[in-house]
């Protein structure tokens, strides 16, 4: 069976930082682009950022939402099959429900284009 699982949620003050991790089991995360999204309340779930997978077409670049760019990091550790966002300077506004999701082939890194999801973890920024 497929899973992603994500940790590393938590209650940040304002301009903290977190380390969410997605786990995968059942299949090799680096077969895949691994996309972070996030959720809002009342909100669209939104892309963050996107890493490619590092063979064949990919590249293993990651990409970001311009929100995010030189806050977030996104990387692979394909030794323990994880993909890790590191999060840094949050702002309340980013309070959200933090997804990883898996994309095979060439597909764009989009909601849309998501093949498996993780079910996610709190982030909540508040003082």
């Known amino acids: 069976q497929l899973h992603l699982v994500e940790s590393g949620g938590g209650l940040v003050q304002p301009g903290g930082s977190l380390r969410l991790s997605c786990a995968a089991s059942?299949?090799?995360?680096?077969?895949?682009?691994v996309g972070w999204f996030r959720q809002a309340p009342g909100k669209r779930r939104e892309g963050v950022s996107c890493i490619n997978y590092n063979h064949g077409y990919g590249d293993g670049h990651p990409d970001y939402a311009d929100s995010v760019k030189g806050r977030f990091t996104n990387t692979r550790d394909n030794t323990k099959n994880t993909v890790s966002l590191q999060v840094d300077s949050l702002n309340r506004e980013e309070t959200a429900v933090y997804y990883c999701?898996?994309?095979?082939?060439?597909?764009?890194?989009?909601?849309?284009?998501?093949?498996?999801w993780g079910r996610g973890t709190q982030v909540t920024v508040a003082s």
């Open positions: 059942g299949f090799t995360l680096d077969d895949y682009a």
């Open positions: 999701g898996v994309v095979r082939g060439a597909a764009a890194c989009v909601v849309a284009s998501v093949n498996y």
